[in-house]
């Protein structure tokens, strides 16, 4: 709390609210005070009072063996300051029992009680200031944020922010009778027309809502009791007793529920209506869902069964996280359309690394529903698991648009500034000028920043239609000069893959891995309209063509003889629409997502992966059906141990099962990111780490390569024995890093 000299307007003295000791009760509790509403003023001048929530940070499994819980984790407090020696009274804090945040207070002229609104539990608590108690609790409306006293002391106005009323309440009995009680005088609407939809509105209302039972056991956590205004409160949560670990608290505003891809840090949430399990599990609700639904079949796990459609409330709370679409303008930036000189070199140190690999598109992240959490080497013993105690081998990629508003940074919350965040990247070598740069240029990425464009270096990507979310393939997966390019809906097969191949200045040639044909125009005309096919590699310029990225992340592919852009025929919905080349005219039919994928696809069916060099195959050590089992090679026997399926995933890569352990995938220990880290079973985490590529070698092997570390699967030195240990190591293009599949 700062207080600032009226007269000079200097501050004065800077008041810091003490972290509670408290031993946790069902009464009282121990945190640090935050979220604090404004400093209220007694009328002798002699004492202020700041409503706020009191956040348990100290308690949790990993830091004092306690696990947070419905009471333990939020709790209103009011906290006395004595305005003589401008320190905190800490030994008259008020904990108000049964409710999670004071939002406002209020003095009565005579300086005898004190009113602080209760946002969570919907209350009016009534505090004797002089002797530091609460007296009573009133009932008011949703989510009181405003409180206010007329100057004959008779009555208090209450600000109900989600009933969009205020209520005035008859205090006389109080003041000259001294009985607990108030009267409701009238209750009074506040605004003319409501700008949110009915359903947003309802979600609303349950977002900022302790009181509802089923949202909240004894009025304490609310989803706003975090999530203030969609924001978040700057807190890293121990959340180990819950499966994960420790969690800083992730900003709504812009992620527009879904549209950043999974939800938390571990992706453990794949539509926002899984809120139900913390509502159930931490809050300690009774859920928005009937028992008989969230028991159905998988519904109560948070990756399970989809929650969606089944309660009208728990999607009416959907509906409002996903109105959150806004960031707020980084004011940081001069203008919205203008970077600082230090953010326009940062923006080039930004390309030049890399970042948006990452950190690309419209989003300015890579999360997507399919997965593919990264491991930049954050990971620690704290970091905890998945939720369900899968293990956590990678972190959901967090968009940058924002960031300027939200500290701490990383999935801990260990990085204090964006310079630290930068620096904890494993193999980070942005440092000196470019980082400072580097940093002035991401606290300007708001809502107004063009997205960036994933860098392309040479591989193998899929090509997928901005405006039909369909891939660039060959017409009937054809082999013969001349097949044409259509539109498919991504089925992963080879002619939905495309090797670019970087010819300097920003153009490339783009090659069907199913054919080896380039795509081109056809008999490389220049006409509107041209058809674009395969044809075998000539050198002409129609095999050429510059990619260019767009302002939201996406590309146009410029025919290097035409000039024109490659375009989905009208605009075309249809599966098997053909391609052709057309004047620019920035229709989202002229725009493409260029991502990466596995070089090539891997046929339906389990198989041995058996090393060139030994014979032997890749095998679960002991048979083993646990998570955390080690894999070797070993001679062929037969066993479910040995035969592993492969798995697509909509993203382009591979998964892989053993046989005896189904639900088990093959991954990088930890998802490591050094040479040597070992692989092993894990439980599927929908990581990077468990997500494989396959390339075909011109012998039939496959090299098989980690999407996480982007480093090769390998017998540890060259060793032909039964048990030799398989790992990851960078390609050598060694026989012991080339791997024969054998449908089994």
Not at 234 to 246: I, M, N, Q
């Amino acid at each position: 709390v700062v207080a600032v000299n009226a007269a000079t307007m200097a501050v004065a003295r800077t008041v810091t609210l003490r972290h509670s000791d408290k031993a946790d009760t069902e009464t009282q509790g121990g945190g640090i005070p935050n979220y604090l509403g404004a400093a209220v003023v007694s009328p002798d001048g002699r004492s202020a009072w700041v409503p706020s929530k009191q956040d348990n940070i100290k308690r949790g499994t990993l830091r004092n063996g306690q696990n947070l819980n419905f009471q333990n984790t939020v709790r209103a407090i009011s906290s006395r300051i004595d305005l003589g020696t401008l320190a905190e009274d800490y030994a008259r804090r008020i904990d108000h029992d049964n409710s999670g945040l004071g939002s406002a207070a209020a003095f009565h002229p005579s300086g005898a009680y004190l009113f602080v609104a209760l946002e969570t539990s919907r209350q009016l608590a009534v505090v004797d200031a002089v002797g530091g108690r609460e007296l009573a609790k009133l009932d008011v409306g949703r989510a009181p944020q405003a409180v206010g006293v007329s100057a004959d002391g008779r009555t208090v106005y209450v600000q109900n922010y989600m009933d969009r009323t205020v209520t005035a309440l008859d205090i006389g009995p109080l003041v000259l009778n001294g009985e607990l009680r108030a009267t409701v005088l009238s209750t009074v609407g506040t605004i003319g027309a409501e700008t949110l939809g009915a359903q947003a509105l309802a979600g609303k209302q349950l977002f900022y809502d302790a009181r509802d039972p089923r949202l909240a056991r004894d009025g304490y956590m609310s989803c706003a009791s975090c999530h203030n205004d969609g924001g978040h409160d700057g807190r890293t949560w121990d959340l180990a007793g819950f499966g994960e670990g420790l969690r800083n608290t992730i900003e709504l505003k812009g992620h527009a529920g879904m549209r950043q891809g999974l939800l938390h840090w571990s992706g453990n949430f794949d539509e926002v209506q899984d809120f139900e399990k913390q509502i159930r599990d931490l809050a300690g609700g009774t859920g928005l869902m009937a028992d008989a639904d969230y028991n159905y079949a998988t519904r109560s796990q948070a990756l399970g069964t989809k929650k969606a459609g089944v309660s009208a409330d728990l999607d009416a709370l959907a509906a409002y996280v996903g109105s959150l679409a806004a960031f707020d303008a980084s004011p940081h930036r001069p203008a919205a359309d203008t970077l600082t000189a230090a953010a326009v070199a940062g923006k080039a140190v930004f390309a030049q690394a890399q970042c948006a690999s990452c950190h690309g598109g419209d989003g300015f992240t890579s999360s997507a529903l399919d997965g593919g959490m990264r491991n930049i080497g954050t990971l620690r013993a704290t970091s905890g698991n998945r939720l369900d105690a899968a293990a956590l081998n990678g972190i959901d990629v967090p968009t940058l648009r924002g960031l300027w508003a939200t500290a701490p940074y990383l999935h801990d919350g260990r990085a204090a500034t964006l310079d630290d965040a930068v620096r904890a990247h494993a193999g980070n070598t942005v440092a000196g000028n470019d980082l400072a740069n580097l940093v002035a240029y991401l606290k300007q990425i708001d809502g107004s920043e063009a997205g960036a464009a994933m860098p392309l270096p040479d591989g193998v990507y899929r090509l997928v239609a901005k405006h039909s979310n369909q891939a660039l393939g060959v017409d009937t997966a054809s082999k013969a000069d001349g097949a044409g390019a259509v539109q498919w809906p991504w089925a992963g097969s080879d002619d939905e893959r495309w090797r670019l191949a970087n010819l300097g200045n920003g153009e490339f040639a783009l090659t069907a891995q199913h054919s080896g044909k380039r795509l081109e125009v056809a008999n490389c005309g220049a006409a509107n309209g041209g058809r674009v096919q395969q044809w075998p590699a000539n050198g002409a310029a129609c095999q050429v063509w510059r990619i260019e990225a767009l302002n939201d992340g996406t590309f146009r592919l410029v025919n290097k003889s035409s000039g024109k852009v490659l375009d989905v025929s009208a605009a075309s919905q249809n599966n098997g629409a053909a391609l052709l080349q057309w004047d620019w005219t920035g229709a989202d039919n002229q725009h493409w997502r260029i991502e990466p994928v596995s070089p090539n696809a891997v046929g339906a069916g389990n198989y041995s992966l058996a090393a060139s060099h030994s014979g032997k195959v890749l095998d679960v050590l002991g048979v083993s059906a646990a998570a955390g089992a080690g894999v070797v090679q070993w001679g062929w026997v037969g066993g479910g141990n040995q035969k592993w399926a492969v798995v697509p995933t909509p993203d382009g890569f591979f998964e892989l099962a053993p046989n005896h352990a189904p639900a088990m995938r093959l991954e990088v220990a930890g998802g490591g990111l050094n040479d040597g880290d070992r692989l092993r079973q894990g439980i599927p985490s929908a990581s990077a780490a468990q997500r494989w590529a396959f390339e075909l070698r011109g012998d039939g092997s496959y090299r098989v390569t980690n999407r996480n570390s982007g480093k090769t699967m390998d017998v540890f030195g060259v060793s032909k024995d039964d048990g030799a240990v398989v790992q990851q190591w960078p390609w050598q293009n060694g026989p012991n890093q080339w791997w024969t599949l054998t449908n089994r």
